[in-house]
């Protein structure tokens, strides 16, 4: 095992060095077809200390997790066909890669977005597993959207319907999303999902969203389709300016967030869902100065009604700095500090982190 853990990091070194003769190989034109592969590549050291639950018992209540992290590299194909009637065809398969898997599994790879659809004057028409609105909305604020200082994953200020691979997740299978064509800004989108199961309770959701060059705005609705507590809403955006911007958005939970971030007793489902109220929301603010990027933001996650614990609320605070070598590497770190409304210890996050994109 620790053989196929080198030829992992062995694979992503030579992918490196590579990558000065990669960008002669990444796009393919021809017989009107247009395909690109690109992705990235990220590394990062984590040092991670971990409070303790309210009911934990003994004299070590603390542990420390120091570990090199690169799971949340990527690649993806995407590429279009020119049609007739002024119509392209598309299609984009992206994949995860974890290099540092060590257990039985070995390397590790999952498919993320995967899809066909149809592009034209009307708008984009996609079918397939592909990201929600309301998650896209969320995470395109974020530029460590997909490092270890991602607001969605350790700081926990953005729900976790802004990751996952499910239905009722950011991720959404089995699904049809269309997007309308951008008109002074403004755009909608409207997406679908089918439920498999055989009481067909179908998922949906829509949005609008605007975009300027100083300010962006949207709001989303997410419905699971199911007969419990099952809903989500959100509003937030950008405001740009000489460098600057100001950023943030409030979730209002009506269900979906709390048994999206597994509040809710083990013994609920989506059809019985009663947990509700852990409404979550974050600001935050981005200063770019030549080819150097500061970042804050706070954010907290309200306690939650008739959840599996009282007090399951928490407040979460980051600083990051980022060093862009060039327009595909940069560099990073930060520190991040999480404090529950409960008895338990607070969670800390120290972070060097690196990433090339292609």
């Known amino acids: 095992m620790q ?35 690109n992705g990235a590549l990220r590394v990062s050291y984590n040092d991670d200390n971990i409070g303790t639950k309210p009911d934990d018992t003994g ?42 898997n060590t257990g039985d599994e070995g390397l590790s790879l999952k498919d993320l977005d995967q899809y066909l659809g149809l592009e034209g004057g009307f708008g984009i028409l996609r079918v397939g597993t ?26 926990e200020i953005q729900s976790a319907l802004h990751s996952g691979t499910a239905k009722g997740r ?25 439920d498999e199961r055989e009481d067909n309770d179908n998922s949906f959701g829509t949005g609008l969203t605007f975009d300027s060059k100083y300010m962006s705005l949207f709001g989303q609705w997410y419905d699971n389709g199911e007969s419990g507590k099952d809903k989500a809403y959100k509003f937030g955006g950008e405001i740009k300016g000489g460098g600057a911007s100001l950023f943030g958005q409030y979730e209002y ?12 007793p083990e013994d609920a489902t989506v059809d019985t869902n009663s947990t509700y109220g852990a409404d979550t929301w974050h600001a935050g603010m981005k200063y770019t100065n030549g080819k150097i990027l500061v970042i804050g933001q706070y954010g907290q996650r309200e306690d939650s009604k008739n959840g599996a614990i009282p007090e399951d609320g928490l407040t979460s605070w980051l600083l990051g700095l980022s060093v862009y070598l060039d327009k595909t590497v940069y560099l990073y770190t930060g520190y991040v500090q999480k404090d529950y409304n409960n008895d338990r210890d607070g969670d800390s996050r120290f972070t060097l982190g690196a990433t090339l994109t292609f």
């Open 253 to 264: 939970d009506d269900g979906l967030i709390s048994m999206a971030d597994n509040l809710a």
């Open 59 to 100: 004299t070590d209540t603390k542990k420390s997790n120091k570990y090199m992290s690169g799971n949340v590299s990527h690649f993806q194909f995407t590429g279009s066909r020119a049609l007739s009637m002024g119509l392209n065809g598309i299609f984009k398969t992206e994949w995860a890669l974890d290099p540092t």
């Open 3 to 37: 053989y196929l853990k080198s030829w992992h990091w062995l694979a992503i070194l030579t992918l490196v060095l590579l990558y000065p003769f990669s960008t002669l190989a990444v796009e393919w034109k021809g017989n009107n077809w247009s395909a690109h592969l």
């Open 170 to 194: 950011g991720r959404t299978t089995n699904s049809i999303r269309f997007d309308s064509p951008p008109a002074k800004g403004m755009g909608a989108q409207f997406l679908y999902g089918i």
């Open 130 to 155: 592909m990201l929600t609105p309301y998650m896209q909305t969320g995470i395109m604020m974020d530029p460590y959207r997909r490092d270890a200082l991602a607001a969605r994953f350790f700081p």
